[in-house]
């Protein structure tokens, strides 16, 4: 069982940056894909990043503006997100699987999710 939790979710304005954390505690996740997905009220829960061994992947509403990395060492996975927007708005939750998907249903651990709020 990998436990993941979540941090770092606040009330923004449009424009501004915030960093969200996950931490995984006392567990090592070097060998799982991390990802970031998010889901707004009403609206099914979406991909967002992920970072598989080197290589990251974005959704494109968030390209250029999210980036994902992870401490191995501390077993924290992190996604910065810059110049937010409105439609940026959800909660944020951060998963763990071993093969690669962007798929939200094919990931079996997940954190109890954060909320971001972007006011205009």
């Known amino acids: 069982q990998v436990q993941l939790v979540e941090s770092g979710g606040r009330l923004v304005q449009a424009g501004e940056s915030l960093r969200l954390s996950c931490a995984a505690p006392g567990r090592t996740f070097s060998n799982y894909v991390m990802g970031w997905f998010r889901q707004a009220p009403g609206m099914e829960r979406e991909f967002v990043a992920a970072?598989?061994?080197?290589?990251?992947y974005y959704a494109d509403s968030v390209k250029g503006r999210f980036t994902i990395s992870r401490d191995n060492r501390n077993n924290t996975v992190y996604l910065q997100m810059n110049s937010l927007k409105p439609e940026d708005t959800a909660v944020y939750y951060c998963?763990?699987?071993?093969?690669?998907?962007?798929?939200?249903?094919?990931?079996?651990?997940w954190g109890q999710g954060t909320q971001v709020t972007v006011s205009s």
């Open positions: 998963a763990a699987r071993q093969l690669l998907s962007f798929v939200p249903h094919e990931y079996p651990y």
């Open positions: 970072f598989a061994w080197s290589n990251t």
